[in-house]
T-cell receptor, first 113, second 114 residues
Framework: AQSVTQLDSQVPVFEEAPVELRCNYS??????LFWYVQYPNQGLQLLLK??????LVKGINGFEAEFNKSQTSFHLRKPSVHISDTAEYFC???????????FGAGTTVTVRA | GAVVSQHPSRVICKSGTSVKIECRSL??????MFWYRQFPKQSLMLMAT?????????EQGVEKDKFLINHASLTLSTLTVTSAHPEDSSFYIC??????????FGPGTRLTVL
């Protein structure tokens, strides 16, 4: 079984500042890793994913994440945020054998002008 | 591509009635569909996994007789909340997966039981 810990429940940030959202996972098997964004009253949109290969993954909207196997982390970063990045962000892991997703508790990002 | 729709987006019903929520993959065939439940300010909790043509697999603690799942085709899965009660009020989200490891999520259905 896998579990995901998002270390920050809320992250306030000023517009054009960088942001990092932290995610750690635990698993006894190799996993796939994902970051999703959720806007109010909407479903989830995939930002990026790590399945294999390069540990630095680039996603949509200027986001990137780095898979660190030794630290079992998959932190999400963006060098310069916009007001429109205000949303809930979820880190998730899945078992390649059954593709079930386990989600972290979420991080609320609030971007202020 | 990879669009998943849900219908309805919002539903309000009286206690004791049943509500059906549809999840459709619009431009791909989904061998597997997942149903999640999300309470306010909380994360998504997997309720069940459904594969086309077979019975759904429910997560521990989810009542299969209360939450009926039918995956009748490769593009449609339905979740029926039977005899709904106020505690069933929640945001229900489905996802669909083709043969790859990725899940594509629907926009969600807000259920309010009065």
């Amino acid at each position: 079984a896998q579990s995901v810990t998002q270390l920050d429940s809320q992250v306030p940030v000023f517009e054009e500042a960088p942001v990092e959202l932290r995610c750690n996972y635990s698993s006894s098997v190799s996993v796939y890793l994902f970051w999703y964004v959720q806007y109010p009253n909407q479903g989830l949109q995939l930002l990026l994913k790590y399945l294999s290969g390069s540990t630095l993954v680039k996603g949509i909207n200027g986001f990137e994440a780095e898979f660190n196997k030794s630290q079992t982390s998959f932190h999400l970063r963006k060098p310069s945020v916009h007001i429109s990045d205000t949303a809930e962000y979820f880190c998730a892991v899945s078992d390649p054998n059954d593709y079930k997703l386990s989600f972290g508790a979420g991080t609320t990002v609030t971007v202020r002008a | 591509g990879a669009v998943v729709s849900q219908h309805p987006s919002r539903v309000i019903c009286k206690s004791g009635t049943s509500v059906k929520i549809e999840c459709r993959s619009l431009d791909f065939q989904a061998t597997t569909m997942f149903w999640y439940r999300q309470f306010p300010k909380q994360s998504l909790m997997l309720m069940a996994t459904s594969n086309e043509g077979s019975k759904a697999t429910y997560e521990q603690g989810v009542e299969k007789d209360k939450f009926l799942i039918n995956h009748a085709s490769l593009t449609l899965s339905t979740l029926t909340v039977t005899s709904a009660h106020p505690e069933d009020s929640s945001f229900y989200i489905c996802s669909a997966s083709p043969t790859s490891a990725e899940q594509f999520f629907g926009p969600g259905t807000r259920l309010t039981v009065l």
